[in-house]
């Protein structure tokens, strides 16, 4: 069988780090990228794994990326869109180089990746694309003022369920993994006994469990257009 090759963006620390590192642990070959993927030192360059520096919200980042996927592997059958940035503020303090980064990254980088992506994908009538939200889109928390960047990550959700309609014609897949509070850099470990009562579970994600959710929606052939909500059931309500 052929490898399958991969596309993972903000892969060098957290939640892009496992996923990347899954993935080559199942044979794929992985482009893997963040704005300093080769400085941290988290991975190292194989037959497999391409990687590189780039901010994702600039176009010729994505170009960079695609390209050496298919310059080096010849395809590419898995898009995690995983680079994004996350700002808990009251939505007056807000700024316009807030607006402007959130945007960048969590917007512009996802169009102009999954553009990218796709123009490789429709001649092979094949892949999938799974984008990385946050649980707080359907379930919003009082303590965690985040409007704008839930306006970020809501609309990649919408935008995920308008391609997996537009390009299923050419056996192409989009979903969505939506994490809840998740252990990774971002939070400090001081934190974490509040941050375990913002879900019902009682405790912390790990990274392991959203590249399960990952996993579970690439081995799903039939799956597209869904959300899958990684964070003990705090989408569903109250509690």
Sequence with gaps: METKVAIVTGASSGMGLDITKSLLARGYAVVATSRNASGRGTLVPSAKLAVIDGDVGRAETADRVVGQAMARFDRVDLLVNN?????????????????????????????????????????????????????????PIAGVPSALAILTKGGIEAASRSLAIEYAGHGIRVNTVAPGIINTPMHAPDKHDALRTLSPAHRI??????????????????????????????HAGKW
């Excluded at 959203?210 to 959300?227: D, H, K, N, R, Y």
Aim: hydrophobic letters at 50%; zero cysteines; aromatic letters at 6%.
């Design 83 to 139: 680079a994004g940035i996350f700002m808990a503020k009251p939505f007056t303090e807000h700024t316009a180089a807030d607006l402007e980064a959130l945007v960048s990254t969590n917007l512009a980088g996802f169009v102009h990746m999954t553009q990218a992506a796709l123009r490789t994908m429709v001649p092979q009538r094949r892949g999938h694309i799974v984008n990385i939200s946050t649980s707080l889109v359907d379930q």
């Design 205 to 234: 994600g790990t990274v392991e469990e959203i590249t399960a959710a990952v996993l579970f929606l690439e081995s799903a052939p039939f799956i597209s257009g869904e959300v899958v909500h990684v964070d003990g059931g705090a």
